[in-house]
Protein backbone atom coordinates (compact mmCIF):
# COMPACT_ATOMS: atom_id res chain seq x y z
CA UNK A 1 0.00 0.00 0.00
CA UNK A 2 1.48 3.19 -1.82
CA UNK A 3 1.84 6.05 0.98
CA UNK A 4 2.27 9.69 1.27
CA UNK A 5 2.90 11.75 4.70
CA UNK A 6 3.57 15.43 4.68
CA UNK A 7 5.00 16.90 7.33
CA UNK A 8 6.36 20.44 8.68
CA UNK A 9 2.85 22.28 8.80
CA UNK A 10 2.59 25.09 11.34
CA UNK A 11 2.01 28.63 11.99
CA UNK A 12 4.35 30.95 10.41
CA UNK A 13 4.67 34.87 11.02
CA UNK A 14 3.95 36.80 7.34
CA UNK A 15 7.40 37.30 5.87
CA UNK A 16 8.11 33.86 7.21
CA UNK A 17 9.79 30.39 5.53
CA UNK A 18 8.27 26.77 6.74
CA UNK A 19 9.54 23.51 4.40
CA UNK A 20 6.97 20.50 3.78
CA UNK A 21 8.05 17.29 3.20
CA UNK A 22 6.26 14.95 1.38
CA UNK A 23 7.87 11.16 2.42
CA UNK A 24 6.82 7.92 0.07
CA UNK A 25 6.79 4.83 1.16
CA UNK A 26 8.27 3.27 -1.97
CA UNK A 27 10.81 4.39 -4.48
CA UNK A 28 9.76 8.00 -5.80
CA UNK A 29 10.92 7.22 -9.15
CA UNK A 30 8.17 4.92 -9.92
CA UNK A 31 5.72 8.34 -9.93
CA UNK A 32 5.33 10.28 -12.92
CA UNK A 33 4.75 13.59 -11.32
CA UNK A 34 4.79 14.60 -7.73
CA UNK A 35 3.20 18.02 -6.94
CA UNK A 36 1.80 19.84 -3.86
CA UNK A 37 -1.73 20.80 -3.64
CA UNK A 38 -3.19 23.37 -1.34
CA UNK A 39 -7.06 23.93 0.01
CA UNK A 40 -7.88 26.86 1.68
CA UNK A 41 -11.23 27.08 3.75
CA UNK A 42 -14.21 27.38 1.75
CA UNK A 43 -12.15 27.12 -1.41
CA UNK A 44 -11.54 24.06 -4.08
CA UNK A 45 -7.96 22.39 -3.85
CA UNK A 46 -5.49 23.84 -6.15
CA UNK A 47 -2.27 22.74 -7.78
CA UNK A 48 0.77 24.57 -6.55
CA UNK A 49 3.69 23.38 -7.72
CA UNK A 50 4.75 20.00 -9.46
CA UNK A 51 8.27 17.86 -9.79
CA UNK A 52 8.09 14.87 -12.74
CA UNK A 53 10.35 11.99 -13.55
CA UNK A 54 12.72 13.98 -15.48
CA UNK A 55 13.25 17.02 -12.93
CA UNK A 56 11.22 19.12 -13.98
CA UNK A 57 9.32 21.70 -11.81
CA UNK A 58 6.43 24.13 -12.50
CA UNK A 59 4.76 26.49 -10.38
CA UNK A 60 1.13 28.19 -9.94
CA UNK A 61 1.94 31.94 -10.55
CA UNK A 62 1.39 33.25 -7.19
CA UNK A 63 4.06 31.44 -5.55
CA UNK A 64 6.77 31.85 -8.49
CA UNK A 65 9.67 33.26 -6.83
CA UNK A 66 8.59 32.23 -3.53
CA UNK A 67 8.16 28.42 -3.46
CA UNK A 68 10.44 25.83 -4.18
CA UNK A 69 9.47 22.26 -5.37
CA UNK A 70 12.70 19.55 -4.94
CA UNK A 71 13.51 15.98 -4.36
CA UNK A 72 15.87 13.89 -2.69
CA UNK A 73 15.69 10.62 -4.35
CA UNK A 74 17.40 8.73 -1.91
CA UNK A 75 14.86 9.61 0.98
CA UNK A 76 11.69 8.93 -1.45
CA UNK A 77 11.09 12.50 -0.14
CA UNK A 78 9.80 15.83 -2.17
CA UNK A 79 9.80 19.12 -0.15
CA UNK A 80 8.44 22.14 -0.70
CA UNK A 81 10.09 25.35 0.41
CA UNK A 82 7.99 28.40 1.58
CA UNK A 83 9.30 31.59 1.92
CA UNK A 84 8.00 34.97 1.42
CA UNK A 85 4.66 33.86 2.97
CA UNK A 86 1.42 35.42 2.96
CA UNK A 87 -1.59 35.31 4.84
CA UNK A 88 -3.18 33.95 1.60
CA UNK A 89 -0.93 31.11 1.91
CA UNK A 90 -3.00 29.34 4.69
CA UNK A 91 -4.54 26.58 3.79
CA UNK A 92 -4.23 22.31 4.14
CA UNK A 93 -1.56 21.48 1.75
CA UNK A 94 -1.10 18.10 0.28
CA UNK A 95 0.97 15.88 -1.09
CA UNK A 96 0.01 14.29 -4.84
CA UNK A 97 1.48 11.37 -6.90
CA UNK A 98 0.41 10.15 -10.23
CA UNK A 99 1.91 6.47 -11.13
CA UNK A 100 1.15 4.96 -14.73
CA UNK A 101 0.36 0.80 -13.85
CA UNK A 102 -0.18 -0.69 -17.35
CA UNK A 103 -1.25 2.09 -19.25
CA UNK A 104 -3.68 3.38 -16.36
CA UNK A 105 -3.22 5.97 -14.44
CA UNK A 106 -3.27 5.77 -10.27
CA UNK A 107 -2.95 8.72 -8.21
CA UNK A 108 -2.21 8.86 -4.43
CA UNK A 109 -2.85 11.51 -1.55
CA UNK A 110 -1.33 12.11 1.60
CA UNK A 111 -3.32 13.04 4.42
CA UNK A 112 -2.60 17.03 4.40
CA UNK A 113 -0.64 19.16 6.99
CA UNK A 114 -2.30 22.70 7.57
CA UNK A 115 -0.07 25.80 7.21
CA UNK A 116 -1.62 29.10 9.10
CA UNK A 117 0.23 32.19 8.15
CA UNK A 118 -0.95 35.08 10.35
CA UNK A 119 0.66 37.39 13.06
Known amino acids: QVQLVESGGGLVQPGGSLRLSCAAS????????ISWYRQAPGKQRALVATTTKTGDTRYTDSVKGRFTISRDNSKNTVYLQMNSLIPEDTAVYYC?????????????WGQGTQVTVAT
Open 96 to 108: YALENIQGFSQVY
Open 26 to 33: ESIFRYLV
